[in-house]
């Protein structure tokens, strides 16, 4: 009897663990500005829950010899990883006829520029 109950104690700190490590990831991505397609892809959950664990204190750590944090691992993953990068926002910077000027918007001086060639 004893044998089942430890059992189901472990089965219960690795379940509660992994929902621990999920959280943490997922609060560090949001926070990075990684975008939620990549964390809700199940490939995320799997990437995280194998490559963290919780230590005695209760820390969320990286396995291995030199323990990062969530923060510190998702930021060196987003260099590895540029699909986990931000999106970019705004113009092109290429072509001055769609350039914004910070608002989305075209700017009327541009337009009038473009209309004189166009």
């Keep these: 009897m004893i044998p089942d109950l430890e ?3 472990e089965s219960y700190k690795a379940a509660s663990n992994r929902s621990r490590i999920l959280d943490a990831a997922r609060k560090a991505a949001v926070s990075r500005k990684v975008p939620q397609n990549i964390i809700d892809d199940p ?3 799997t990437i995280v829950v194998n490559a963290f664990a919780v230590d005695e204190m209760g820390n969320i750590l990286t396995k291995g010899d030199d323990p ?3 923060d510190s691992y998702i930021a060196t993953k987003q260099k590895d990883r540029t699909h ?3 999106q970019s926002q705004g113009g092109t910077g290429n072509d001055p006829i769609r350039a914004t000027s910070g608002d989305g918007m075209v700017s009327d001086e ?3 520029i473009a209309a004189l060639f166009g």
């Design 7 to 9: 059992a189901k104690v």
């Design 43 to 45: 490939d995320f959950e």
């Design 68 to 70: 990062q944090t969530v």
């Design 84 to 86: 986990w990068m931000p």
């Design 110 to 112: 541009l337009a009038a």
